[in-house]
Nanobody, 127 residues
């Protein structure tokens, strides 16, 4: 049975930083692309970032490029999302996701690409 665990969310002031972490149990971590989605109240789920199995290829949504950085440590079965220069528009539930493929394909941001989801960790940015 596969379990996906996120941590690191919280309340931060605008301009601040947070680092999210994600660990996975029950599958061979290095065999899958991994990443993050987010969903704000009243909005559709949005693909935020994706990392290929090796971490050599990454994708970020335009809304977070230059501010968020995704990385992974396959030896620790852990995925990270370093978020900087946060704004109130970044407020959302952030969910770690395991992709069906090993790489982040062109349509990586589509929810249909996801094999497993975490429960999510709340990020709230105050103005």
């Amino acid at each position: 049975q596969v379990h996906v665990f996120e941590s690191g969310g919280g309340l931060v002031q605008a301009g601040g930083s947070l680092r999210l972490s994600c660990t996975v149990v029950g599958l061979r971590f290095r065999d899958y692309a991994m990443g993050w989605f987010r969903q704000a109240p009243g909005k559709e789920r949005e693909g935020v970032s994706c990392s290929s199995w090796s971490g050599n290829t990454i994708e970020h949504a335009d809304s977070v490029k230059g501010r968020f950085t995704i990385s992974r440590d396959n030896a620790k079965n852990t995925l990270y999302l370093q978020m900087t220069r946060l704004t109130p528009e970044d407020t959302a539930m952030y969910s770690c996701a395991v992709w069906k493929e090993t790489v982040c394909l062109g349509t990586w941001y589509q929810s249909s690409k996801i094999l497993y989801w975490g429960q999510g960790t709340q990020v709230t940015v105050s103005s």
